[in-house]
């Protein structure tokens, strides 16, 4: 008789070991995760900082060089965007353009800027979407050139309210 209570005894304790154990390892992985996305939220967070430690001494703080569209006047320290600086350069040119191609006269006519080649491709991506830019396939290229603007019509009763 005293085989058996033990033996039941030694069922529990190891259902109870297998069970806090897997439970253990649910949890290690929990932390693991949460330990990660942790890590991922400082090297933002230190990325913000430098950007604000960077831009602290600007007239005004509230808008960093990269968000202006123009260079105010006799300001030179303050950039235009990218997608601006893109745009004049594929307004240059007749033909369609490789996104290498756009990156390298930009380098060459902005020797201050010196965009990664995907950062090129994002810009010229999104300039796309935006309807402002054109994409070319041709075989495996890609390429891009500035949007054809359809000619403005005017309406018309636009035409009698403004004659």
Same mark, same amino acid.
Do not use: C, F, W
């Given at each position: 008789?005293?085989?058996?209570?033990?033996?039941?005894?030694?069922?529990?304790?190891?259902?109870?070991?297998?069970?806090?154990?897997?439970?253990?390892?649910?949890?290690?992985?929990?932390?693991?995760?949460?330990?990660?996305?942790?890590?991922?939220?400082? #090297?933002?967070?230190?990325?913000?900082?430098? @950007? /604000?430690?960077?831009?602290?001494?600007? +007239?005004? %703080?509230?808008? *960093?060089?990269?968000?202006?569209?123009?260079?105010?006047?006799?300001?030179?320290?303050?950039?235009?965007?990218?997608?601006?600086?893109?745009?004049?350069?594929?307004?240059?040119?007749?033909?369609?353009?490789? #996104?290498?191609?756009?990156?390298?006269?930009? @380098? /060459?006519?902005?020797?201050?800027?010196? +965009?990664? %080649?995907?950062? *090129?491709?994002?810009?010229?991506?999104?300039?796309?979407?935006?309807?402002?830019?054109?994409?070319?396939?041709?075989?495996?290229?890609?390429?891009?050139?500035?949007?054809?603007?359809?000619?403005?019509?005017?309406?018309?009763?636009?035409?009698?309210?403004?004659?």
């Amino acid at each position: 008789m005293t085989s058996q209570p033990a033996a039941t005894l030694r069922s529990r304790y190891v259902e109870q070991a297998a069970s806090d154990l897997e439970e253990n390892r649910r949890r290690q992985r929990e932390l693991t995760s949460r330990i990660s996305e942790l890590q991922q939220e400082e #090297a933002m967070l230190l990325d913000i900082l430098r @950007l /604000a430690e960077r831009y602290e001494g600007l +007239p005004d %703080p509230s808008r *960093v060089p990269e968000q202006t569209h123009a260079a105010p006047p006799g300001s030179k320290s303050r950039r235009s965007l990218l997608g601006g600086v893109l745009l004049e350069l594929l307004a240059g040119h007749d033909e369609p353009r490789l #996104a290498k191609e756009v990156r390298e006269e930009l @380098l /060459a006519k902005h020797p201050d800027r010196s +965009p990664t %080649p995907q950062v *090129v491709r994002n810009t010229l991506e999104s300039l796309v979407a935006k309807g402002r830019v054109q994409r070319h396939k041709q075989q495996r290229a890609v390429m891009y050139s500035l949007a054809k603007r359809p000619e403005i019509r005017v309406s018309s009763s636009a035409a009698r309210n403004s004659g």
